[in-house]
């Protein structure tokens, strides 16, 4: 293998308007991955109540679990000047805290000015008189950042970070944390559970619906592809 590695990353997308990616590339690949998929039943006796076997309520579940490793001494002799000055006066504090914020709500300020369009969308839709039942989307107090897990062009899905679990192993003088490794739980985003995050054109939801039907379109090529060459000892044995 020759040529630059690619570096896994997971990308942080503010509410504004265009959507705000905040890049935090892995300074090391973790070193394996595992890749899980659940498919729920559907709701009733399968077969019985739902009246077909094969019934599903939606795309199978997904999740990624992995840790990554991080040292400080590289970034020290790093030819990035603001990874080099950050290294010298935190250690991993940066790096570790842009993990730490991928589960923090999005600022109060934003959520506000967010709340206060949506009243102006309410009161322009009565001054129309609009129908009360016209499509409309429910604020929560708040929301954690749409987050994409990119680790090649093939693979860029959405995903909400479940856990995250820091170790920290060595320390400089003023106490800043030198090495570390981080075990991170994500949940891949269905189609349906990012509509109900309003994914209108230009949003982060719409961008992190398009990631998961582009992962999803490469995925069902793929393995169209890898069905072509059935050996015949196969197939003849298929009913017809």
């Not at 590695?5 to 997971?10: D, F, I, T, Y």
């Not at 897990?149 to 192993?169: D, G, H």
Request: aromatic fraction near 6%; proline fraction near 11%.
């Amino acid at each position: 293998m020759t040529g630059p590695l690619a570096k896994g990353a997971l990308v942080q997308f503010l509410p504004t308007s265009p959507p705000t990616p905040l890049v935090t590339v892995f300074q090391y690949n973790p070193e394996n991955m595992i890749h899980t998929w659940t498919q729920r039943e559907p709701v009733g006796k399968p077969g019985v109540e739902s009246s077909n076997p094969q019934a599903v309520p939606g795309m199978p579940g997904e999740t990624f679990q992995f840790t990554i490793f991080l040292d400080a001494d590289d970034d020290l002799v790093s030819p990035v000047p603001p990874l080099q000055q950050a290294a010298q006066q935190w250690g991993l504090g940066p790096r570790l805290a842009a993990l730490e914020m991928l589960l923090y709500p999005v600022g109060s300020a934003q959520l506000a000015g967010a709340q206060a369009v949506a009243g102006l969308i309410g009161t322009a839709s009565a001054a129309l008189g609009l129908p009360s039942g016209a499509p409309t989307w429910n604020l929560p107090n708040s929301t954690v950042p749409i987050v994409l897990f990119c680790w090649n062009v093939t693979r860029v899905v959405p995903v909400r970070v479940t856990t995250l679990t820091i170790t920290e192993t060595l320390y400089d003088r003023d106490l800043n944390p030198t090495h570390a490794q981080a075990q991170l739980s994500l949940r891949v985003l269905t189609p349906t559970e990012l509509r109900a995050a309003n994914p209108a054109p230009g949003t982060a939801a719409k961008l992190a619906m398009v990631a998961y039907e582009r992962t999803l379109k490469i995925r069902g090529a793929w393995a169209a592809s890898s069905t072509l060459s059935a050996p015949a000892s196969i197939t003849g044995q298929l009913p017809h």
